[in-house]
């Protein structure tokens, strides 16, 4: 009964257990769930200007955002 208590235990807690697991989905979920709310975001505000003004999406932000760039010291 003590070794099948134990490798219980071990299925249950242990590095490659189910509740490591658990938790290891868990998060993966939130991250998922935060990757596509930024995606919608960053379409609405795409899709609220027009392409004639801005070009491309990536003219857009780095217009909008010239901080989310690398800027080259040499121009």
């Known amino acids: 009964m ?6 219980s235990l071990n299925a249950i807690i242990g590095d490659n257990g189910i ?6 989905a868990k998060k993966l979920n939130s991250i998922a769930i935060l990757q596509e709310y930024l995606q919608m975001e960053y379409t609405t505000y795409c899709d609220e200007y ?3 003004e801005y070009g491309t999406k990536l003219d857009l932000l780095k217009k909008k ?3 989310f760039f690398f800027q080259n010291s040499n121009g």
């Open 2 to 7: 003590l070794i099948l208590a134990g490798v």
């Open 19 to 24: 509740i490591t697991k658990a938790m290891s």
């Open 50 to 52: 027009t392409s004639e």
């Open 65 to 67: 955002h010239p901080d």
